[in-house]
């Protein structure tokens, strides 16, 4: 017999163990399915757990480091009554109440859990170059979060790669800090909106570096440099930088929800602002999988908490009001 629960939270990151703290202590005893590391660089806990040292975090004035915070954000989601499993949701069928999720075999007739109500809180993951060392270097140099990071680099000479409207929002954010920054892009266009390119290209502190891929990120315990190959010429040559920014777009955790949740063009679920609710009744979207403007921590939070609560008020009004 597949467990019934009042509200599964599926994803662990800042958004679905807020979710799980507001929901425990509305007595609701919340499943959080946390996720299981991959090879892709999934975790659970989401990706702070891949960041060092955390100083936008409002409460910690000396800073956090990300992995800590996430530790303390379990922690803390266990203390008032979450539950939580370190696995995967395979499959969910949303088509009637209770909605009906798998873990493991996704091809198993009976699903492993039964919910009243389903929070969705499963991310997005930063597109990566896959390149060696990429990942070992993240918090050690290499990042895909110049808000959260660009702080780290004062006075250094770094590098951004990409060429839409992250890479050059990235880029002139990183001027408040950084002596120089590189912007090392595939083609000789960029794909930014143009008012933001001109924006970069009157900036002195920015140069660009076209027709250009990073063919490998130097370094042991931090970032030393990249090899970059110009894809024209076929020249390689080496760049001196001690931070580089991956800035080559986001992809939302959103495949295990496809046919059953709107979701807008780039793959984001749509929630209707400002709940947290999505085109199913009773299931409700938080954090960085609906959210592809602001994308921080603190935000993730906060939507984790309305998702809380809508959840806990639809509830009462349609299931346990009625019972
Ligand atoms: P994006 O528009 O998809 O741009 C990704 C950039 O990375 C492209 O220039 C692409 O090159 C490059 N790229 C992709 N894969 C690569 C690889 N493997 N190696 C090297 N380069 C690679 O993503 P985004 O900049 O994150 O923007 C996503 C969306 O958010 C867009 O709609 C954007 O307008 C919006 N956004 C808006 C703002 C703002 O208005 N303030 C700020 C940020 C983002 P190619 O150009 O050659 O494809």
Redesign the pocket.
């Known amino acids: 017999m597949s467990e019934l629960h009042d509200v599964v939270i599926i994803g662990s990151g800042p958004a679905g163990l807020t979710a799980a703290i507001y929901a425990a202590r509305a007595s609701l005893a919340p499943l959080v399915l946390e996720g299981e590391p991959s090879s892709t660089g999934d975790q659970p806990g989401g990706q702070l757990m891949l960041t060092t040292e955390v100083e936008n975090y409002p409460g910690f004035p000396e800073g956090i480091m990300g992995p800590e915070l996430m530790m303390n954000f379990r922690a803390q989601a266990e203390r008032f009554g979450a539950k939580l499993e370190t696995t995967k949701a395979s499959k969910v069928d949303f088509s009637e109440r209770p909605f009906k999720i798998w873990v493991g075999d996704p091809d198993v007739p009976e699903p492993s859990y039964l919910a009243q109500s389903v929070i969705i809180s499963t991310g997005a993951t930063s597109?990566?170059?896959?390149l060696p060392n990429e990942t070992e270097l993240i918090g050690h140099g290499v990042s895909t979060c110049a808000t959260c990071d660009g702080f780290f680099f004062r006075d250094q000479e770094i590098a951004v790669?990409?060429?839409?409207?992250?890479?050059?929002?990235?880029a002139t954010f990183l001027t408040k800090f950084a002596s120089s920054v590189t912007i090392?892009?595939?083609?000789d266009?960029?794909?930014?909106?143009k008012i933001?390119q001109e924006r970069a290209f009157a900036n002195p502190k920015i140069k660009f570096l076209w027709d250009t891929?990073?063919r490998e990120i130097k370094g042991a315990e931090k970032l030393e440099g990249v090899v970059v190959e110009n894809v024209k010429t076929n020249e390689k040559s080496d760049l001196a930088v001690t931070g580089l920014f991956v800035?080559?777009?986001?992809r939302p955790n959103t495949d295990l929800f496809i046919g059953q949740l709107d979701m807008k063009e780039?793959g984001y679920l749509v929630t209707k602002a400002p709940s947290t609710y999505t085109s199913v009744d009773g299931v409700f979207g938080c954090g960085d999988v609906q959210d592809?403007?602001y994308r921080q921590a603190i935000t993730a939070s906060g939507s984790g908490c309305a998702a809380a609560i809508d959840a806990e008020r639809w509830l009462e009004a349609t299931v346990h009001g009625n019972s």
């Open positions: 597109l990566m170059l896959n790669v990409g060429g839409g409207d992250s890479a050059i929002e990235e090392i892009h595939r083609r266009e960029l794909r930014a909106s933001m891929q990073i800035a080559i777009g986001h780039n592809d403007v």
